[in-house]
């Protein structure tokens, strides 16, 4: 049993929450290297993706793991629906909730229209990225992915660099990277970064952190996000804010570079760390960022709904 | 056994189609409040949502009545098909039924388009609204949410106000009404109001009816059907066609709102009707229509594939 | 088994390879024609469609394919992705690889981009369309029809009429019909015929070809793939390439006319030919293409995941 019905912000998810899901992640992680990557846990329970803005990595992943536990998922994006019509968000959600659903995941672009949605309804929402705000099941699969290589959480540092401003996955890591006892920086330049993070260390290049920190977080530039130009030139941000192949040699042994996807090549990574199939650097995470996230989405689907 | 193969005009269902449906629809009704909301009956049937017309709660309740009988549901939607280079619906159809799917649900935005395609298919069609036309499933959902509520049809009088013009659900709606014994009256400007409706009880304001009315039937004000122009203004529509808190409260014991979604806040019934989470009127049955919908539609979906 | 993990190009496909594919496709043949439509061979893997180019008859086909196999089909569709926030093909393909699918079924309208892409990843590719270059499962759905209509390959007459220049189904049918024996001739202006082409037999109408041909293999204009205005004039085009009426009448007996769809009515066949429901001429196997279409997509997953 999780402490709160719902997921939404991670200042609700509680340290004994974070290592249940863990736990439970592991045996999903097992099951989708199986042969028959399924089980029947869910069956006869109706997910639905409610999706106010495109999304390819998080929709799809909460498709998989609802899919391999044999839950009936609907998709439903604000594209192809009535809110063309004028539905409000609302209407929206009641309509659903009178379909006598399970479970709601929610992406909106609006900070806080998922904790408004919530408020309202009594089946468990899990936000799945709203605004500015909170990405929080990105922020738990960034943990279940550090844990699965370092194997602890207590004292390890971790710089999250790059457009702070923006993310919502930055707010979601930081808080949870904090409250499992690691050490958070943050490098950014003063335009990409809140008021209320200045309380942290806060540096303007990676080169600064790059070979203490043993989790260096890219961002994502979240260009989509900025409602004016908030960067001199891309040159400018990359000279600071880039990891390339110089900048990664640096890091020390064990370190690890994360990134939420998808990445913008030659903005805050370079093609050469990037690499084709995969990154020639085997501490690159990106990839098990994402097999931790369908590992994770099926933990607190279990949690949630079993 | 329905008395036809396929549900396309409400002209076509019997008394005793209405009463077969609802009977079965009520023990779809158990299934959805279950927590396995799922049984096997329509295993190894492959259902189609072909729907040249955006729409979400129509293709949605379609979808969930169909997976909660286990049968595959294929989503067909315009804006992601061929005919972007040109198919006709015809052709679009013989590709869909070469695939020797079971059953086709259609909605288009031309009157008639769903029985032109159901005379030349072999397999059942239901139409799930056809331009100004038909929605004959939305009819039958009223009726059974009417019956859960009131425990007849017979006597019942049922006053549909708003752009009767334009609205599919009223044409369906009154001549199934009617059918099952109900007294039918008709609230529209005269410029709403289609010339072959002029037989019934015709009144220019709901004020002249909504102290009399067991049932208050608000449509849609169809604005994205609407060629020109067809009111005045809105506010002058809602002057005499919109449900607010000081006209609900004139409705007489027992008396309940219906409406097909999605609302138009403030054209059709105010905000403070509507309500956040819920309607704070308990006689409002919008949702409760939404959840008739997906019985209703299984029960169908039984009785024509089963 | 296949002789190769992927299907990108009919040049990999052995006559073996063809021949397993026949025989286990008849006894899917017979699974869509039952009661229950489904087995559960597949059940417990997740096959991806994913398509960067906007298609109905073959992403639905590979759905209803996989549905029938029990296996999970998850629908990627370029539109609704982040490739609106410019994440390239690569590392689209990383995501979905790190969510432990088991095979991607892809469309893209770059030549060779299907191929790119099989080269980096370990999990099977079927090429579902790439560019000017190759469909290689529409080849041999087409083959599978003819096989049922005409019960061999060796020594047919197989005519390729139309667009040669733009079309991936020409490419891919005309070296697998070679392949198995048959002779084939292209029907063509020369501004619609690739240079390296020149060495069939090449004629310039129909009726060139007309009454000698077993197969009338009709291509599709592809408008939406020229860069420019190949053909004079639409008139013009159907002078010399379009079959109507009196040109079927003078195919020789058992001979039949195909088409991978979906088909430019007045264009490339008059509407005559086409009919309503069903085409008048029993020879006309579009529908039977279609069919076929989705015993060999079973066949095909079956060989390759089974």
Do not use: W
């Not at 009936?72 to 659903?96: C, H, P, Q, W, Y």
């Amino acid at each position: 049993m999780l402490s709160k019905k719902s997921i939404l912000d991670v200042g609700d998810i509680t340290t004994e929450d974070v290592m249940q899901i863990m736990d439970t992640a592991d045996s999903f992680t097992d099951i989708s290297k199986r042969e028959i990557k399924k089980v029947p846990t869910l069956r006869g329970k109706t997910v639905v993706n409610l999706f106010f803005e495109p999304s390819t990595r998080t929709r799809t992943s909460f498709e998989v793991a609802a899919k391999r536990l044999s839950a009936d998922m609907i998709n439903f994006t604000a594209s192809s629906s009535s809110l063309e019509k004028g539905e409000s968000i609302m209407d929206t959600v009641r309509t659903i909730l009178a379909m006598q659903v399970d479970l709601l995941v929610i992406r909106h672009n609006h900070s806080g229209a998922v904790k408004m949605v919530d408020d309202m309804v009594e089946i468990p929402v899990i936000n799945a990225g709203d605004g500015k705000h909170q990405h929080p099941t990105q922020a738990l699969l960034d943990l279940y992915t550090i844990r699965g290589r370092m194997g602890k959480f207590e004292g390890l540092r971790v710089a999250l660099a790059g457009d702070l401003l923006n993310s919502r996955v930055a707010r979601s890591g930081i808080a949870l990277f904090e409250k499992m006892g690691m050490d958070v920086s943050l490098v950014a330049p003063s335009m990409l970064l809140p008021e209320d993070f200045s309380c942290f260390k806060v540096y303007s290049c990676i080169d600064d952190v790059i070979e203490d920190t043993d989790i260096l977080y890219m961002l994502r530039m979240q260009l989509e996000r900025q409602d004016r130009k908030f960067y001199p030139s891309v040159d400018e941000y990359s000279r600071f804010l880039s990891l390339d192949g110089d900048r990664i040699k640096r890091m020390k042994k064990g370190a690890v570079v994360m990134h939420p996807g998808p990445v913008n090549r030659g903005i805050e990574i370079s093609d050469s760390v990037m690499g084709g199939r995969k990154s020639p650097y085997d501490n690159v995470l990106i990839e098990e960022q994402v097999t931790s996230g369908v590992a994770v989405r099926m933990a607190l689907l279990y949690h949630i709904l079993g």
